[in-house]
């Protein structure tokens, strides 16, 4: 199989567009968002395309100018705030940077690589931003517009800078025995900060088995949508079983009773959340009023309301276990916590994510309704 890593990327955040997106080549407009990224790193390019004097600010500005879109944006004023913001991107970039100091191996190399053995092999491909060559090694750099800056500790877990460095050590086999002095980064550019870290032998071994482990359920026909955020930028909404609902003319069933029950349910779960909040705030001026009175039962007209007291209690996990354990009992109160082990999750290695996550079995299948307030 060939699977690049932005195809393997939109795997990761929802199988489903992976197929309509991959398998079923079902073409989508590029989204102002993807048309703005796309503009940056052209600019980037440029800026860095190595000649005998580096661009100016001002020629920098120009050149993102000249291939700027206006016609994707939904309104005038969304244009030349994104248009600004570009502007911006590019006069920080040159506070903090001069390009006539980085010593540019490649821009925008692309590449492919093998994984896997024997009849498993597999092809990955993809474009890395920017290679540079530093004092003691190297520095792999991918630019980013995106809003939200990540956590150190996710840079120095991201697959996409693992598989980079894969790409640029089948370009360079010999830097593997330098592999400490190879940097890789992701620059922020709209927060204009670089966030670096490097890859052990180990960590690359990791990430090649994560792409061989989608891979399989890719060819297991696994395509179950994910919602996230990135679903509000999503071109295929009307195809998904979980939006396309929302166009009015693509439903089948669309009657005047079906749409009452729709709005009933909505205005029932939104009453029940307010009175949840009322009742809290009546149950906590009543027990104020309680202390002060001295009292543990009050009465109304309509009934008597007391107060009681309920207690609970958390166990020291290792006295239990050094008593439990003597007994062979250990292992019938072991119990792992969801809750917790999702608290922990995106401090986590990818791996381990990954082996936490095949560690996962239904238990119950349940079917429930939730609202979300316009």
Excluded at 82 to 101: E, H, L, T, V, W
Excluded at 179 to 205: E, M, N, P
Excluded at 213 to 232: A, G, M, R, V, W
Excluded at 260 to 278: F, G, N, P, V
């Amino acid at each position: 199989m060939r699977i690049s890593y932005s195809a393997f990327d939109t795997y990761q955040s929802c199988p489903l567009k992976y197929k309509f997106q991959e398998i079923d080549k079902i073409k989508t407009p590029k989204s102002k968002e993807a048309v703005f990224g796309t503009t940056v790193h052209e600019t980037m390019k440029f800026i860095h395309t190595p000649g005998i004097l580096s661009p100016t600010l001002d020629q920098a500005m120009e050149h993102f100018s000249n291939a700027w879109n206006p016609a994707v944006f939904d309104s005038p004023d969304e244009e030349r705030a994104a248009f600004s913001q570009g502007i911006r991107i590019i006069q920080d970039y040159y506070k903090k940077n001069n390009p006539a100091n980085f010593n540019i191996v490649d821009l925008e190399t692309r590449f492919q690589i093998e994984i896997g053995d024997g009849d498993d092999k597999h092809i990955i491909s993809g474009i890395i931003d920017r290679i540079d060559k530093t004092e003691d090694g190297y520095e792999i750099i991918d630019y980013k517009t995106t809003k939200k800056m990540p956590s150190q500790e996710k840079v120095d877990n991201d697959l996409q800078l693992s598989v980079y460095l894969k790409a640029f050590l089948s370009r360079y086999p010999k830097e593997i025995e330098n592999i400490d002095k190879l940097k890789v980064s992701l620059y922020y550019l709209k927060h204009g900060v670089k966030l670096s870290a490097t890859r052990t032998i180990d960590q690359l071994k990791k990430s090649e088995q994560l792409f061989l482990d989608t891979i399989k359920l890719i060819e297991e026909k696994k395509f179950e949508p994910l919602i996230s955020p990135l679903c509000d930028w999503c071109g295929y909404q009307n195809l998904c079983p979980m939006w396309k609902h929302k166009f009015k003319g693509l439903r089948k069933i669309d009657t005047e009773e079906i749409n009452k029950d729709i709005q009933e349910y909505i205005e029932l779960k939104s009453a029940m959340t307010i009175t949840k909040d009322r009742l809290a705030k009546l149950q906590e001026d009543i027990i104020n009023y309680m202390d002060q009175e001295g009292v543990e039962r009050v009465f109304g007209g309509e009934g008597v309301i007391a107060r009681t007291l309920r207690r609970t209690y958390k166990y020291d996990e290792k006295k239990i276990k050094d008593i439990l354990e003597p007994l062979d009992k250990w292992e019938d109160v072991l119990k792992v916590d969801g809750i917790a082990l999702k608290n922990i999750m995106d401090a986590l290695p990818l791996a381990d994510r990954k082996e936490i996550e095949k560690a996962r079995v239904v238990d119950k299948e349940t079917k429930s309704l939730s609202v979300k307030k316009k």
